[in-house]
């Protein structure tokens, strides 16, 4: 690995292809959605790890894979027999992160669609905010119901199933330090209005979040209910093509 410029491993993290310790090869971060996969799906990543990897297959806390053992000349065919099935690599950066969900939809306990509505939260927040770089990570996480087996307010936002609609937290944090996630003031009952405050919470953080600093830290810096008063309005929707630009 000596060959590989300290550019070249920031680059290749960026795309989701993480360096394994002590050696000479890496672990490719591979994005799941909302982390249910198929059969053909689990055996598409088993055939590239075989293939390019180590013939191994790790499942990480947030409900990503990844194939470790990739040697540096295999990462480009790794990624385009990936994408044959579908699949894409990421993961990583100062971005929207990917969704972790619980088995709310089929679980005898779930008060929504948990799968569902992590999918639509990848496609609208993963996906189409992908290029957007934000003060630091932003992790988001949908939860079933008030057993709180994801842990939603451990996230920058996290979604829970309530008896009579969404409960929604902000400001969650866990790793190095950490914060509890605190609640809305407020019950969502329609699914639409669950994603655009996720995009207002979004928002918030691009426009006032100061770099290298998380959600929790700039919810403290403004206060709390003064993010909550921007995240229950609709007025910084208004200003959303000049904060993202």
């Known amino acids: 690995m000596s060959n590989i410029t300290k550019e070249e491993k920031g680059r290749l993290k960026g795309l989701g292809f993480i360096t394994n310790k002590n050696t000479d090869t890496f672990s490719a971060r591979v994005i799941t959605v909302n982390g249910r996969l198929s059969s ?20 990480t ?20 027999y990936l994408n044959e099935g579908g699949f894409e690599t990421g993961g990583t950066g100062p971005k929207v992160r990917p969704i972790v969900c619980c088995k709310g939809t089929t679980c005898q306990f779930g008060l929504l669609d948990s799968f569902g509505l992590a999918e639509k939260i990848h496609d609208r927040f993963y996906v189409g905010y992908h290029q957007i770089a934000l003060p630091h990570k932003f992790k988001i996480a949908v939860g079933g119901c008030p057993h709180n087996c994801v842990k939603p307010n451990l ?36 699914e639409d209005d669950v994603l655009n405050a996720i995009e ?38 208004k200003e959303k093509d000049s904060i993202l630009n």
């Open 200 to 237: 207002k919470a979004i928002l918030v953080f691009k426009k006032y979040g100061e770099q290298s600093e998380r959600f929790s830290a700039t919810i403290e810096r403004l206060g709390f209910d003064n993010v909550e008063g921007m995240i229950l309005s609709d007025d910084i929707l």
């Open 40 to 59: 053909e799906q689990l055996g598409h990543i088993a055939s590239a790890a075989e293939r390019f990897g180590n013939g191994h297959v790790v499942l």
């Open 155 to 190: 996230n920058d936002v996290g979604i829970m199933g309530w008896r009579n609609g969404y409960k929604m937290f902000i400001g969650g944090r866990f790793g190095k330090s950490h914060a509890i996630g605190q609640p809305l003031n407020h019950i969502f009952e329609d």
């Open 61 to 80: 806390t947030r409900l990503t894979i990844e194939v470790p053992g990739i040697p540096y000349e295999n990462i480009e065919p790794f990624t385009e």
